[in-house]
C-alpha cells in the first residue's frame, strides 16, 4: 500500500494573515519597513502564479532581451525568493547599487512596503501593458 502523502507543513498566522512556513513573526514588518529604491521593481502576484517566470520576464524586458546581459546583471541576484520569506530583505539590501533589483512578492497590499505605496520603485502587476512591454523587446 502506498504512503499517504504528507500534509502541508503549516501556515503561520501573523497579523491575521496566513503566511507559508518560511515567514516568520517579523518578516510583515521588515517587508513594510523595506527601503525602497528608485529603480527597483517589484513583482508581484499570487502564489503559484508563475512569479518566478514573471520575474525573469521582467529581467529580460529591462536588458532587452540581451539574454547575456541578463545573466551578468542578475546571475546573484535572486537573493533566496519572494522578499517576505527568511532573511531575504536582508539579502537584498545587500545587493549592488549599480543595478535595480528585481524582486518579486506575493504579500497584500497592505504589507508592501510603504514606499512603495508611496509612488517609489516600479511594480509589475497589470499583465497587459506587461506583455506589451514584453512584446515590443528586441529578442536581438
Known sequence: MADK????????VIN????????????????ANFKVRDDDVFVLTYPKAETHWAQELVRNI?????KDKVKEDYANSSAGGPIEFVDTCEKFDSLS??????M??????DVLPKQVLEGKGKEY????????????????
Not at 518579486?104 to 497590499?109: L, N, W
Not at 502587476?125 to 536581438?140: I, P, R
Open 5 to 12: 502523502p504528507k500534509p502541508f507543513l503549516g501556515v503561520n
Open 16 to 31: 491575521g494573515f496566513k503566511w507559508p512556513p518560511l515567514v516568520r513573526d517579523t518578516n510583515p514588518e521588515k517587508v
Open 62 to 66: 529591462m536588458c532587452k532581451g540581451n
Open 97 to 102: 547599487t549599480e543595478k535595480p533589483r528585481v
Open 104 to 109: 518579486m512578492t506575493h504579500v497584500p497590499v
Open 125 to 140: 502587476e497589470e499583465w497587459d501593458s506587461f506583455f506589451e512591454e514584453y512584446l515590443k523587446t528586441d529578442s536581438k
